[in-house]
């Protein structure tokens, strides 16, 4: 995950903000005691997003109080009490960001391998204490990831395509959030969407990067808008698509009933994923006006 799904700060109560932070620093704390202190690295906001959800459709009460730090150790910070509630959350990470740097070292040249091998030999042996707690996730993402794979292999020009397996993953990942069978479809839903809404938004975000080192990117296959620069067409298209997704993911979303952290979910969802978006746009513009300022 890629730390796209994260709050709108400036329409967030203090309150709030410091309850989200709670909950960040609480799955930072889960991750280092069930899955060692290097796992503890690959915390982001996007899977904060998915602890959050976690939580808050959960019956029990959730407590919080003044702890530690690794980060900052000499002063204490809220964080959730007993934060057993995000296992789930915690081993759903573990298990893609393995799969994560596998897929990452495939698309690597030989000496840009080194560092994901280096990443994927810390996370080993969280992924197989993960895998064994849900094998069937584990599975089911592995074979997402190899469709995956062969999509970019075979250069897919087609953004619903190439952005089925990562919206399948978080699709299934989301739905082992409930036992609900109809909160279970609810969820599924509202994953394939975000999933979808992820990819998309980082496929966007590395445009440039892609396209200097001839990498896969479905929103520049067979487009020359990108090839002077130019990519207020792949803009276009690309936000377009975003709308798209971000209006059917707040359609399943209110179908959700949660038992608390609305307001902070409600954040994220109608504001934090948008603007999240529109900061890649302004970041692209403020290079375009520089080159041709230049």
Do not use: W
Request: overall charge positive.
């Amino acid at each position: 995950m890629f730390g796209y799904v994260k709050p709108f700060k400036p329409h967030m109560r203090i309150c709030e903000f410091e309850t989200y932070n709670a909950v960040y620093c609480g799955l930072c704390k889960i991750l280092g005691k069930n899955y060692g202190l290097m796992s503890r690295m690959t915390l982001s906001y996007d899977f904060a997003f998915l602890g959050l959800m976690e939580l808050a459709l959960k019956d029990s009460e959730t407590e919080f109080e003044p702890q530690r730090c690794i980060v900052h150790p000499l002063r204490r910070k809220s964080c959730i009490k007993s934060p057993d509630g995000l296992d789930y959350t915690a081993a759903a990470a573990s298990i893609l960001i393995y799969n994560k740097i596998t897929d990452d070292i495939a698309d690597k040249r030989f000496l840009g391998k080194l560092p994901p091998l280096i990443a994927k030999l810390a996370a080993t042996k969280a992924y197989k204490k993960a895998s064994a707690k849900y094998p069937e996730l584990s599975e089911y993402i592995s074979e997402q990831m190899k469709q995956q794979n062969k999509l970019e292999a075979e250069n897919c020009k087609s953004i619903d395509r190439a952005s089925e397996p990562s919206s399948n993953i978080l699709a299934e990942i989301a739905s082992y959030l409930s036992k609900d069978p109809n909160e279970k479809r609810i969820l599924h839903r509202f994953g394939y969407l975000l999933g979808r809404f992820i990819y998309i938004a980082d496929a966007f975000d590395d445009l440039e990067k892609d396209f200097r080192s001839r990498g896969f990117n479905p929103l520049i296959v067979g487009d020359s808008a990108i090839h002077d620069l130019n990519i207020k067409g792949v803009q276009k298209k690309t936000e377009d698509s975003i709308n798209f997704t971000l209006g059917a993911l707040a359609d399943t979303y209110v179908q959700l009933e949660l038992k608390r952290f609305k307001p902070i979910t409600d954040n994220i969802v109608y504001l934090g994923l948008k603007n999240s978006f529109y900061d890649l746009i302004k970041k692209k513009e403020a290079k375009i006006k520089l080159q041709e300022e230049g």
